[in-house]
């Protein structure tokens, strides 16, 4: 059996080629970096540390890699994979679906064998957005048949992996935990499971609970952390103040998940918990930068902040913590971060309360947008 994974990035070799490689195919990941994609195709193996007190660590093997710049070639590996996923970036999904879309116009030529593309990004609806970029990309005459042999499952996927520093550059450590859950009500009947993917019939809670508690926690440790003069989150996160507001900004998101999806509200708690411990593990170190990346995808209106937020005003519950990791999403200042660039640029020229009710569609009357506001100006 062969997987295409496009991204032999952290996710893409920490955990969905490990988790393939385990489960008997072999993987050919896509990417567009030279260094990674070389010493995959030369080695064909590359080791997994986990972040425990052992440093555990397991081999990946029958692994190769193909020059994602290379359409063509790309198009041949999806026409002739039995699955294809990718874990790219949710912005990057319009780059590689060229390659997708050709890959589909000759399994349809070759017969059309049922193909699942499980994009594995922080998003909700990955799959569904990286069909959309897909589907506009093929011919009209091909949508009816591809429409009836290539399925786009939606997922969720959860492991902390962070930027790497090792000589080698196929070395990855990860923390122990992960879970990767599937939308099977999307996907071909009869279809192979992949051992260690949690197949669902209806995806909502799962991606809203994880993107609600672990992105947003994390990311809100991210922004005040830097505010504060933090580099890493396990800095971040024994602070005091920092760790009260991360708990406060998961109680209100807690809350909303509760009323939407009817959780049981100690076992949620206890989530929470788990989550939370997960941010302090002692044996990772996780850039602040890492995690606060693109502040402007995390800033828009369907991300892990504004989402959350406004679904608690629809509850009566007022988000205080919440917006105060979008005050501090506000100041994040990193030159090498091109969106916080941005940021930093419309707000330098436009004024604060112009350039966030922009980038979050929260309009200047909403109380979220008054309280976010009052919130960047008492943060000193
Ligand atoms: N790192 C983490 O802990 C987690 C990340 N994610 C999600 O996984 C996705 C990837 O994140 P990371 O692995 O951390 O990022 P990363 O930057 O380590 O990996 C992304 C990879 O995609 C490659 N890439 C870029 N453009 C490409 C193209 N056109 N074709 C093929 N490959 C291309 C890059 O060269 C890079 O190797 C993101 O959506 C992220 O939100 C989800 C859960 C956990
Ligand atoms: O990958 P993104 O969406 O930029 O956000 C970083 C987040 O993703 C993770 O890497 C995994 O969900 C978290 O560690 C972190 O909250």
Same mark, same amino acid.
């Given at each position: 059996m062969k997987a295409v994974h496009f991204g032999a990035g952290n996710i893409g070799r920490g955990f969905i080629g490990l988790l393939l490689s385990r489960a008997g195919y072999q993987v050919i990941f896509s990417d567009v970096n030279d260094v990674l994609v070389n010493e995959l195709q030369n080695r064909g193996e590359y080791t997994v540390e986990l972040? *425990? +007190? /052992?440093?555990d660590q397991e081999v990946v093997h029958n692994v190769t890699a193909i020059d994602g710049k290379n359409v063509e070639t790309v198009a041949q590996a999806v026409a002739e994979a039995d699955l294809v996923t990718t874990a790219v970036g949710v912005n990057i999904l319009k780059h590689i679906a060229p390659g997708i879309a050709k890959g589909i116009e000759l399994r349809l030529k070759n017969g059309a064998n049922p193909l699942h593309v499980i994009a594995c990004e922080n998003a909700i609806g990955g799959s569904a957005q990286l069909k959309e970029h897909v589907m506009n990309l093929l011919d009209d005459s091909l949508h009816d048949a591809a429409a009836a042999s290539v399925y786009f499952p939606n997922a969720a996927v959860d492991r902390i992996v962070p930027i790497q520093h090792h000589d080698d550059p196929l070395y990855v450590q990860v923390e122990p935990f992960y879970e990767w859950v599937v939308d099977r009500s999307q996907m071909a009947p009869n279809f192979q499971e992949v051992e260690g993917v949690h197949y669902v019939d209806n995806l909502e809670p799962y991606i809203e609970r994880k993107l609600f508690t672990v992105n947003t926690g994390h990311c809100v440790a991210a922004y005040l952390g830097y505010k504060a003069g933090f580099a890493t989150i396990q800095e971040a996160i024994v602070d005091e103040e920092i760790a009260a507001c991360v708990r406060g900004a998961l109680e209100e998101t807690g809350a909303v998940l509760v009323k939407r999806f009817g959780f049981d509200e100690s076992e949620h708690a206890k989530y929470i918990d788990k989550i939370l411990s997960r941010f302090v593990n002692p044996n990772l170190t996780d850039e602040v930068t890492r995690v606060g990346r693109s502040p402007l995808r995390k800033l828009?209106? *369907? $991300?892990?902040?504004v989402r959350p937020a406004l679904q608690a005003y629809e509850y009566g519950i007022e988000p205080d913590h919440l917006a105060l990791g979008m005050a501090a999403a506000c100041k994040? $200042? =990193?030159? +090498?971060d091109p969106e916080a660039v941005e940021l930093q640029k419309a707000i330098a020229e436009e004024g604060l309360s112009t350039a966030f009710a922009r980038y979050t569609? =929260?309009? /200047? +009357?909403?109380p979220l947008h008054k309280l976010v506001l009052e919130q960047y100006e008492a943060l000193v």
């Open positions: 972040a *425990n +007190e /052992a440093k828009s209106p *369907n $991300d892990r902040l994040f $200042d =990193i030159q +090498e569609s =929260i309009p /200047a +009357e909403h």
